[in-house]
């Protein structure tokens, strides 16, 4: 594993939702999750509905998503999304 964190940038329709470097990211496939690290393969994949979530270090966030799609590189993730509404 790289010692470099991959780069999370989470962006919505309306504005950009999270910008975080990350250790390991988590995003919900059409296929079932989809783990990250740094170094990934470049790749462009499908979002299902769920959560999508990252860690740094001993810090960690999640955001629940509503599908999208997710552009992976080895050093960023793009992620175009809509949130889910809590309720």
Same mark, same amino acid.
């Given at each position: 594993?790289?010692?470099? /964190? !991959? $780069?999370?940038?989470?962006?919505? #329709?309306?504005? !950009? %939702?999270?910008?975080? +470097? @990350? +250790?390991?990211?988590?995003? #919900? &496939?059409l296929? *079932?999750?989809? *783990?990250?690290l /740094?170094?990934h $393969? #470049?790749m462009v %994949? @499908?979002?299902?509905? *769920?959560?999508?979530?990252y860690r @740094?270090?001993a810090?960690?966030?999640? =955001?629940e998503?509503r &599908?999208?799609?997710?552009?992976i &590189? #080895?050093? =960023? %993730?793009l !992620?175009?999304t809509?949130l889910r509404?809590?309720?």
């Amino acid at each position: 594993m790289s010692a470099v /964190p !991959v $780069r999370l940038k989470v962006i919505t #329709p309306h504005k !950009v %939702v999270c910008e975080a +470097d @990350a +250790d390991e990211i988590t995003l #919900p &496939g059409l296929d *079932g999750q989809i *783990g990250i690290l /740094p170094g990934h $393969r #470049p790749m462009v %994949v @499908a979002l299902g509905e *769920g959560t999508l979530s990252y860690r @740094a270090g001993a810090e960690a966030g999640e =955001r629940e998503v509503r &599908g999208g799609y997710a552009e992976i &590189g #080895p050093e =960023r %993730v793009l !992620v175009f999304t809509e949130l889910r509404e809590k309720h």
